[in-house]
């Protein structure tokens, strides 16, 4: 054929047109829901940029060689053994030994919690309700931070770079009281006593882009566009004047918050900091506090001696929230980029996952233990299990036990269960669950353990954990749908949240959000006593992803959860609606249940903060929208809801109306 | 291909990255024209769905850098969904980037696992009648990828040189002879 002649044949050749709608709706979905239309804050770029920028800076310190040529060998490594660096020289040549920089594992890096991450009382139950709900956290006495606290009086908020505090009991005095306003992102806090801890993120503040230019801090150099370096201020405020909060100390980092908890008068912070070099130097991480600058020497920074793609320094900062005086300590720890943490009253725990040659191909999690009490910080020991962590309901200890469950995704996903001593050795395990499904909540209550699988049904495991050295499987229930998280409602009950799901053989298709209430205590025999579904195909709430949006009072037979409701036009589909269409957002706020094994649940009634339904429908979908209901909570007889527009009170009896303070002016 | 009024295109653009109705209407505008290209590259309707996937949510992520590179914005999607239909190319197994699969783990079945068997039964079907195409095709995937590009881009997607020049980053007498020696070259594979 000649060359006019191909040309032709191609000009006039018929291609094919062909479309899928199933992905096109899926898709736009997705990626209306991705989070980049949730906040108005730069946190959007800092969550998300970030890591690109650590990339760019990595390759452009260290040279395109580097990224194509990978350094073909790591450094022979002993065990996960713990040290600290004898001097800077040894530190730099144990970064360039072992860090394989082939390939960007920034696609990977998970950053942990940010406004606010997982969840609830552990097995420890709701103490005696006393007459405030407090955050749902995940192990008693282990505060963490997020973005709506109280006092039982008072209530203090976060929203974009302001810090507010309320009057909020008694209902009919409610009133802003204070507000600070910071220069870079506010993006949790702490209430102890008269002292209120604010987490700030830099860069700064950016409210919003009303123009497709960069914000003036991100600056474009010849290789991308670079990012200011973020950093993290953690600000003590004395607010025994709740009208006047005064600032008591400020301590800073370089790098980016990953998570905090707060055990008795002490805050912990984790930071993590890539490392890079510049002109053949590595970085060191820094700590500001009190106008002082203090440089860490790497003879102070410890090491696992594991390889990995690149690595970053976690600084963990313990700071006494009653003592203005005394001094902050901290330590560093070099790892990898770590992606999930458990904190439990003597320990935090660490995980990332362990990188194969490959992006992307990770079998294993590594995971280190460090001893916190009191100013005391202490990396003790570190170990290794098969598999991906889900998040910190995934780990768990218990009477000198760390127990992990995981998901492996090598051909068919597997789950399991490990157990570990406190050397991190695997004492016992359970593997192979559920073959070709991955979990999707895990809860760790004492001797026992509960793990929902998903893949079109979902089954509800409970594993037998009371010898750590044979961990078993008691029995499972099979129902359609899937929790995200689940919450012991006692020791024989289990609430789930999370989406319905019709089966469609090969796979399922999400529904409206879930309730379920299950009955454990026939362990063989688990069985679901009640469930609810709110809203068709589209519906969401933000406890699938964050337990802190969950309010559960057992005393009370109380359970709140924020719901964006979404439902299906009947009338579009005159043939039927198949199972597959979303629904439109026609509602959003809170879902007032009351709960008990013996009424099962029953809803009392919703509150929303959106006084004109029809801008929902038109404008929502599910981006930023400042009264949307975020938290809920209880004082006395009041429940408070809250979004970032304002605070709603109503009576729990019957939900009356009683009064609103407004956020926004 | 219909296509939006560029002033109209230019304020959707600014408003998209904050407003989703207006990323969604871009979304619509775009998603056939995308899809179509990287399935005409690919020939893999699997394949398809994943790049495509990838390609739009790079777009939204690096949707505050578009403007500075100052090309239009069907380009400049172009241009992601062609770096992906490289990378596609190039290895084994196309790794989705982990944020999608963490976004299909947060509530979202699998992308490519979402239309009704039927629908993607039907869209076989109508792949295999295209037979003169299959046939070129296949051939058309065992050249480099820079002949690929240009061949895919100047008679599949009827692109101007100009539009090509913009997509590849390079000059048009570049597509220009880039697109000589590709035709030649699958000349000579016949």
Excluded: C
């Excluded at chain 1, 291609?15 to 899926?26: D, F, M, N, S, V």
């Excluded at chain 2, 990255?17 to 699997?46: C, W």
């Excluded at chain 2, 990378?87 to 947060?106: C, I």
């Excluded at chain 2, 076989?124 to 009648?129: T, V, W």
Aim: overall charge negative; cysteine-free; glycine content about 6%.
């Amino acid at each position: 054929m000649k060359h006019e002649d191909l040309i032709q044949k191609l000009e006039n050749l018929e291609t094919p047109e062909i479309e899928l709608t199933g992905h096109k709706q899926a898709l736009k979905m997705a990626l209306l829901n991705s989070g980049h239309f949730k906040k108005r804050t730069i946190m959007y770029w800092a969550k998300i940029l970030a890591p690109v920028a650590t990339a760019l800076l990595l390759i452009a310190v260290l040279g395109l060689s580097a990224v194509i040529e990978p350094e073909p060998q790591p450094a022979l490594l002993g065990e996960n053994q713990i040290s600290r660096f004898a001097s800077y020289e040894e530190l730099q040549d144990f970064i360039k030994a072992n860090a394989q920089y082939t390939a960007f594992p920034w696609r990977d890096v998970v950053l942990l919690d940010v406004s606010g991450a997982v969840k609830g009382e552990g097995f420890v139950y709701a103490p005696a309700a006393p007459d405030y709900a407090t955050t749902n956290i995940q192990v008693a006495g282990v505060d963490e931070a997020d973005i709506v606290k109280t006092d039982g009086k008072y209530i203090y908020l976060v929203s974009g770079n302001r810090t507010i505090i309320v009057k909020a009991y008694p209902p009919a005095q409610a009133q802003v009281l204070s507000e600070i306003e910071l220069e870079g992102t506010a993006i949790g806090i702490f209430i102890n006593g008269d002292r209120l801890v604010v987490f700030e993120e830099g860069p700064p503040y950016y409210p919003y882009y009303d123009d497709m230019s960069p914000p003036p801090f991100v600056r474009e150099s010849y290789i991308g566009y670079i990012l200011p370096e973020t950093s993290i201020n953690i600000k003590v405020y004395d607010v025994s004047n709740r009208e006047n909060p005064r600032l008591q100390r400020e301590i800073s980092a370089d790098g980016q918050y990953v998570s905090s908890r707060m055990i008795g008068n002490y805050t912990y912070v984790v930071i993590n900091e890539p490392v890079y070099e510049q002109d053949d130097e590595l970085n060191l991480p820094r700590i500001y506090s009190g106008g002082n600058e203090t440089e860490i020497p790497a003879t102070d920074i410890y090491y696992f001696d594991v390889s990995d793609y690149y690595y970053m320094y976690t600084t963990i900062i313990a700071i006494n929230t009653q003592v203005d005086n005394q001094e902050p300590t901290y330590e560093t720890i070099l790892l990898g980029a770590s992606s999930n943490l458990y904190v439990s009253l003597n320990n935090i725990y660490l995980t990332f996952p362990v990188w194969g040659r490959d992006v992307g191909d990770f079998g294993k999690t590594s995971i280190h233990r460090i001893h916190i009490e009191g100013a005391e910080i202490e990396p003790v020991a570190s170990g290794e299990v098969p598999g991906m962590v889900l998040n910190q309901f995934s780990m768990d200890e218990y009477d000198g036990y760390f127990r992990v469950a995981t998901t492996t995704r090598e051909g068919t996903s597997r789950n399991h269960i490990y157990i570990l001593d406190m050397a991190l050795n695997i004492t016992g395990s359970l593997e192979n669950l559920a073959p070709g499904e991955t979990i999707y909540s895990a809860r760790f209550m004492g001797e026992r353990g509960y793990l929902v699988t998903f893949k079109q049904v979902d089954p509800l495991f409970v594993i037998d954990l009371s010898n750590p050295r044979d961990p078993k499987e008691l029995g499972y229930l099979k129902v359609t749908g899937y929790s995200d998280y689940l919450h012991p409602y006692d020791e024989n009950h289990l609430i789930g949240i999370g989406k319905e799901t019709t089966d469609e053989g090969e796979f399922a298709w999400y529904q409206g959000v879930k309730i379920s209430l299950f009955d454990v205590s026939d362990v063989n025999n688990p069985r679901e006593i009640d469930k609810e579904i709110i809203g068709h195909r589209g519906t969401d709430s933000p406890v699938l992803r964050n337990h802190k949006a969950f309010l559960f009072d057992k005393s009370r037979n109380l359970l709140v959860i924020p719901v964006l409701v979404a439902e299906v036009d009947q009338s579009k589909h005159p043939g039927g609606v198949p199972s597959w269409a979303y629904g439109e957002p026609v509602w959003q706020g809170a879902y007032v249940f009351h709960i008990s094994p013996d009424a099962g649940l029953r809803l009392e009634g919703r509150i929303t903060h959106i006084e004109n339904l029809a801008e929902l429908e038109q404008d929502y979908y599910y981006f930023y929208y400042p009264f949307s209901v975020t938290r809920s909570l209880y004082i006395d007889d009041v429940l408070y809801t809250i979004s970032d527009a304002k605070i709603k009170m109503n009576n729990l009896e019957n939900l009356d109306y009683i009064n609103e303070v407004q956020l926004l002016y | 291909m219909a296509n939006i009024d560029l002033s109209e295109e230019k304020e959707l653009v600014r408003q998209a990255q904050k407003a989703p109705v207006a990323f969604a209407k871009l979304y619509d505008q775009y998603y056939p024209q995308i899809f179509g290209y990287v399935l005409r590259r690919t020939a893999n309707l699997e394949a398809a769905q994943d790049i495509t996937s990838e390609t739009f949510l790079k777009a939204l992520r690096k949707l505050w850098q578009f403007r500075w590179r100052n090309i239009s914005f069907s380009s400049w999607l172009y241009k992601i969904a062609t770096n992906e239909i490289n990378q596609y190319f190039r290895k084994a197994e196309y790794k989705k980037s982990v944020s999608l699969e963490e976004l299909q783990e947060q509530g979202f079945e699998p992308i490519s696992s979402h239309n009704p068997e039927s629908e993607l039964i039907e869209a076989q079907e109508k792949l295999k009648q295209h037979q003169d195409f299959l046939e070129i095709q296949e051939k058309i995937v065992r050249l480099p990828a820079k002949y690929q590009e240009v061949i895919a881009l100047r008679f599949f997607e009827q692109k101007q040189i100009k539009e090509i020049a913009e997509i590849l980053g390079k000059k048009e007498g570049t597509i220009k002879s880039l697109l000589h020696r590709a035709v030649e070259k699958l000349r000579e594979a016949d």
